[in-house]
C-alpha cells in the first residue's frame, strides 16, 4: 500500500493536466484614433479635405477588421472620422459625450469576447482610453499627432496590451508624440 501513495504525487500533476482547463474569452480589439484634421472654426469644425482623406484611411486600414462597434464623441469631427467605416460597415454608431469616459469604457469593456470596435476621440484623451482600457501608458497627443492608432487588445478589464501605429499621410509637422512606453 504506500508504495502506490509514494507514486500518486508523481501521477496528480499528470492526471491534473488531462483535465480540461476553463475556457478563455477571446480578447476585445480597440482602434483608439483622434479625430482627423479639423478645420479652423471655433466651436464644432467639420474635417478639412485632408481631415476627410485621412477618414477614408482609416477605413481603408481596417477594411479587413471585424469592426462590431463604432464610438465617437458629439462633435462633428469625431463623428466624420469615422463617417466611412459607418457607411461601408452598415454599423450603427454609438455617440459618447466627450466629458463622460466612464460611459465609454463601460460599453467598450461590454463588447462581446472577441468584439472590435473604433473609438474616435480628442488628442487630450486618447491616453486616457488607452489607459483605461488596458492599463498601458502612452504619451498624450499633441496637437500635431493626427496619424497615430493606438491598437488595444484586452484581455480582461484594465488589462491588455497596446501597439501604436500610424495610418493615412504622415502628420504635419510639428512637435511629435514619442511612441508608447512599456
Not at 38 to 49: C, F, V
Amino acid at each position: 500500500m504506500r508504495t502506490r501513495f509514494r507514486v500518486l504525487p508523481l501521477v496528480a500533476p499528470l492526471l491534473l493536466g488531462a483535465l480540461p482547463l476553463p475556457a478563455q474569452e477571446a480578447p476585445r480589439t480597440v482602434f483608439v484614433v483622434r479625430h482627423a484634421e479639423k478645420g479652423p472654426e471655433e466651436n464644432d469644425p467639420s474635417l478639412t479635405p485632408a481631415g476627410a482623406r485621412r477618414a477614408e484611411a482609416l477605413s481603408r486600414a481596417l477594411q479587413d477588421v471585424r469592426i462590431s462597434a463604432l464610438f465617437a464623441t458629439e462633435y462633428k469631427r469625431t463623428q466624420e472620422t469615422i463617417d466611412p467605416l459607418h457607411q461601408r460597415l452598415g454599423l450603427e454608431r454609438t455617440t459618447v459625450p466627450a466629458r463622460t469616459l466612464d460611459q465609454l469604457i463601460a460599453r467598450i469593456q461590454a463588447l462581446p469576447p472577441g468584439g472590435a470596435a473604433v473609438v474616435a476621440s480628442h488628442s487630450n484623451l486618447v491616453h486616457l482610453i488607452v489607459k483605461r482600457l488596458s492599463g498601458v501608458s502612452i504619451p498624450e497627443l499633441t496637437e500635431a499627432d493626427y496619424d497615430r492608432m493606438a491598437v488595444v487588445t484586452m484581455t480582461g478589464p484594465g488589462t491588455g496590451s497596446v501597439v501604436v501605429l500610424r495610418y493615412g499621410e504622415p502628420s504635419a509637422p510639428g512637435p511629435q508624440a514619442p511612441m508608447a512606453k512599456p
